[in-house]
């Protein structure tokens, strides 16, 4: 592989955490109430590419930040060189806006605002206040463009993309303290979120609220005990794995937003790419 070992690329990708990713376009989708599969499929690869496209312009954008405090990583250390990751955050981010103009008006307009959100986080607004929301808005964006498949965004997107930008700004607060620790307030903050996100996806009601109500259960199990511990000992380590957990929730948190929608069986899809990121996760760091 050009410029860099498949290892050093996969860790630029954060290659653990885009297993996050196809969840959203399955829960954007079954919000539209169904799409066709080629548009699905063009919204997932669209998906997958503006995310790695975010992860390799975020790392370009913070090489002389990782120097000093994370020497380890593909750039500084020198396995990628920074003029390839910047072309393939450009790359990709053509790529993905291309794959989702082949699919409709509605996907193509979603996507370039996806992008738009992603270049912004990534070149100016992650280290103002309004960094986690941005982070959180692209999320949201992520899972709106699945529901776009369909031709159009339906307003029954709007309240699963709500619940997902929610967790991720409030997990993005956190990883701000992940080298260093130091903070109580910012997990304290993603606990109080994540509960409220889980009584939400489990409210009775819904085709399936039963499965909706289990993975309420998993995503709370998945992110709760690390954001706990970040709380009490707020040391860096502990914090980090709070992020880790908290991106790995995600998975969980799509599966209930798709079972409340009515699409069941995208819950053991999913589920199984929670298992997958965990494996993954123990090889190369998703943050």
């Not at 919204?43 to 390799?56: E, I, N, P, Q, T």
């Not at 291309?98 to 992650?126: H, M």
């Not at 982070?135 to 776009?148: E, N, T, V, Y």
């Not at 794995?241 to 995208?266: C, K």
């Amino acid at each position: 592989m050009t410029g860099g070992s498949a290892r050093a690329w996969l860790e630029l990708v954060r290659g653990p955490a885009a297993l996050t990713v196809p969840g959203d376009t399955l829960a954007g989708a079954a919000s539209a109430g169904g799409v066709p599969h080629r548009e699905a499929a063009l919204a997932l690869g669209s998906s997958v590419c503006l995310y790695w496209a975010g992860m390799a312009l975020n790392d370009w954008a913070d090489r002389a930040e990782d120097a000093r405090d994370r020497p380890h990583r593909p750039l500084p250390s020198g396995r990628i060189h920074p003029a390839a990751a910047f072309g393939a955050a450009a790359g990709l981010t053509a790529a993905g806006i291309a794959l989702a103009g082949a699919a409709n008006r509605a996907q193509l307009a979603t996507a370039t605002a996806l992008a738009a959100t992603v270049w912004a986080y990534d070149l100016g607004l992650k280290h103002t206040p309004a960094g986690p929301v941005a982070m959180g808005a692209a999320r949201g964006l992520d899972l709106l463009m699945g529901s776009a498949a369909s031709g159009r965004v339906p307003r029954a997107a709007l309240p699963p993309a709500a619940l997902l930008a929610a967790h991720t700004t409030a997990v993005t607060h956190v990883s701000r303290h992940e080298v260093d620790g130091g903070s109580r307030a910012a997990p304290l903050a993603a606990l109080a979120t994540t509960a409220g996100v889980a009584a939400a996806v489990a409210r009775p009601g819904g085709p399936d609220a039963g499965t909706a109500q289990g993975c309420a259960a998993s995503y709370l199990l998945t992110a709760a005990p690390a954001l706990a511990r970040a709380a009490r000992q707020p040391t860096g380590e502990h914090t980090k794995q709070g992020v880790v957990n908290g991106l790995a929730a995600l998975v969980p948190l799509q599966a209930g937003l798709a079972a409340r929608a009515g699409a069941r069986r995208s819950v053991p899809v999913l589920l199984t790419l929670l298992a997958a990121t965990r494996r993954l996760s123990r090889k190369v760091t998703p943050t």
